[in-house]
């Protein structure tokens, strides 16, 4: 009876291995990869009031994760430069000496890379030491503004095939000249179009996005052979990993507040994702210390700066949100120009207002752009909506309506003109609180 026991016992052993065997050949050939990732950094090279992000505490953040992985791949998805005066004046260039020490595998465009004007991209992929993607930025012939519109990276063993897409509310989002020739194409059509030829030569495909929420929703539900989907655009990140079957998508804080770690277990047979684990580190001046190579650079530029910048002009007796700060920018349109009405578009607004002394550099980090005010006396009939933000007004009677530069050339297309040009936006705004003093 024993020996009829064991003979069970042995058998049952001899079906399990058997059993792990096949399971393995039918495809359990399982490597881990970490994806490090993080998006819309505009510049922001020091950290914030509050201690938050900086490029060299940022870099800091990734040379530990990475230390602490088998294998890793660092992604940028989008928006380097336009946020802070050296990248302003400097038009962007110094965002990339300074990202080539972060460690950035791969980088994709976002729509400020062409607030300088296109032909600046040409500038930073030379600068840059990593590859820029762009599958879908294209002219008329079909050429590619980056030349890449995917890379292909051998990682413990797996071929990642990254892809790089940039959101088709372009025009949207930059005026004419900036743009020049180059459209984006739609975006889940251009990722299908590839995955044809990318299928047979990679083990696991990612995309590596500046986009809308529909457009990530589009891709991640209708393009199953995207495993991961990295992206920006969106400046608040998430919370959790969306997911649909066993597809990802991913995206953090924008300014580097965050840094993105994805942790996956690939079956390299399947092509699928076996395990994942997903989590936001938060960026803090008194959790990571300044990377020293990347504290020299950095200070190097900011130092070009500083005493055009750090120039106090008044004090903000609490803090003031981004809505807030709009509200402050539409005072100081309308007194520069006498207006009736102002209307600044909230995209505009880059950054609240801390309590505090207010600088010179918290206007340039509030209204980056080099906009101008653009007025005009239009009907009230021909008021665009957004500028009366429920306010009502005599359709007959004309009013003068002041805006920027960016809005006004939008209007115009629309058929709202406005034929006279004021100051600066962020000269009137500082002019402003140099006037004002206090804000409370």
Not at 11 to 30: E, F, M, P, R
Not at 35 to 45: G, M, V
Not at 335 to 352: H, K
Request: aromatic content about 6%; hydrophobic content about 45%; some cysteine.
């Amino acid at each position: 009876m024993m020996g009829w026991g064991k003979r069970i016992l042995e058998s049952l052993i001899v079906a399990l291995a058997l059993a792990a065997a096949a399971c393995n050949i039918a495809g359990q050939d399982l490597r881990r990869i970490t994806i490090l990732h993080t998006n819309d950094l505009h510049a922001r090279f020091l950290p914030d009031e509050r201690g938050r992000g900086g490029f060299a505490q940022l870099a800091t953040a990734i040379r530990a994760e990475k230390a602490r992985s088998d294998a890793a791949l660092v992604l940028f998805a989008g928006d380097l430069v336009q946020g802070t005066p050296v990248s302003s004046i400097f038009q962007g260039v110094p965002c990339y000496e300074v990202a080539n020490l972060l460690g950035f595998d791969v980088a994709t465009l976002g729509n400020h890379e062409f607030d300088y004007g296109w032909e600046k991209i040409r500038e930073y992929l030379r600068v840059a030491r990593f590859p820029i993607v762009a599958a879908n930025v294209v002219d008329e012939a079909g050429t590619l503004l980056t030349g890449d519109g995917y890379v292909i990276r051998e990682v413990n063993g797996l071929r990642v095939a990254v892809i790089g897409v940039l959101t088709e509310t372009l025009p949207r989002l930059t005026m004419e000249r900036q743009r020049g020739p180059w459209r984006a194409a739609p975006v889940v059509e251009t990722v299908r179009n590839l995955v044809p030829m990318l299928r047979p030569r990679a083990d696991l495909i990612v995309v590596l996005g500046h986009l809308t929420g529909e457009e990530e929703e589009a891709l991640l539900r209708q393009v199953p052979e995207v495993s991961v989907i990295v992206t920006g655009h969106p400046h608040g990140g998430q919370d959790a990993v969306k997911e649909v079957e066993d597809r990802l998508l991913v995206k953090v804080e924008a300014y580097g507040r965050e840094l993105g770690r994805l942790d996956l277990e690939v079956d390299r047979r399947a092509r699928r994702i076996a395990a994942y684990q997903w989590r936001r580190i938060r960026i803090r001046s008194d959790e990571y210390a300044a990377a020293p190579d990347v504290a020299r650079l950095v200070e190097s530029w900011e130092a070009q700066v500083r005493t055009l910048v750090d120039v106090p002009i008044g004090v903000a007796e609490r803090d003031f949100d981004r809505r807030e700060v709009g509200a402050l920018i539409e005072a100081a349109m309308l007194e520069a120009t006498g207006a009736d009405l102002a209307y600044m578009n909230p995209g505009g607004v880059r950054d609240g207002l801390a309590k505090g002394t207010i600088l010179v550099r918290h206007i340039w980090n509030i209204m980056p752009f080099d906009n101008v005010i653009v007025y005009g006396e239009l009907a009230g009939a021909e008021i665009p909506v957004e500028a009366l933000r429920g306010r009502s007004v005599d359709p007959a009677r004309r009013y003068v309506l002041a805006t920027n530069n960016f809005i006004a050339e939008q209007w115009g297309a629309a058929g709202a003109r406005l034929d006279r040009q004021g100051p600066d936006v962020r000269e009137a705004v500082i002019d402003w609180v140099k006037r004002n003093k206090v804000l409370r």
